[in-house]
């Protein structure tokens, strides 16, 4: 079973960047279209980005499109997502999930997830 571990949170002003990593233990760690998704206090977890098996097709939610850049590197098993002008908005958890075959939006479809790393914009 593929485990994920994602860093690179913090506390970041409004219109700064971060960069988020997402390891995974796996070797099998090309076979899985990567996704990365957020939760806010009181919210539900909704779908940020995806990217391919490959790395060649990448999704991204309309609310971060132009802002956050999804990229995977299978050599390091590692999976990225670089947000750029940050906005408080986008203050929640941010995790990783991995799935077999396609990648989608839903998050139910995704079977192996990781811990969550915190990202926190002040304004």
């Known amino acids: 079973q593929v485990q994920l571990v994602e860093s690179g949170g913090g506390l970041v002003q409004a219109g700064g960047s971060l960069r988020l990593s997402c390891a995974a233990s796996?070797?099998?760690?090309?076979?899985?279209?990567m996704g990365w998704f957020r939760q806010a206090p009181g919210t539900e977890r909704e779908f940020v980005a995806a990217?391919?098996?490959?790395?060649?097709?990448?999704n991204y939610a309309d609310s971060v499109k132009g802002r956050f850049t999804i990229s995977r590197d299978n050599a390091k098993n590692t999976v990225y997502l670089q947000m750029n002008s940050l906005k408080p908005e986008d203050t929640a958890v941010y995790s990783c999930a991995g799935r077999y075959g396609l990648m989608v939006e839903a998050d139910k479809a995704y079977a192996y997830w990781g811990q969550g790393t915190q990202v926190t914009v002040s304004s």
């Open positions: 990217i391919s098996r490959g790395g060649t097709y990448t």
């Open positions: 796996e070797r099998t760690f090309s076979t899985y279209a």
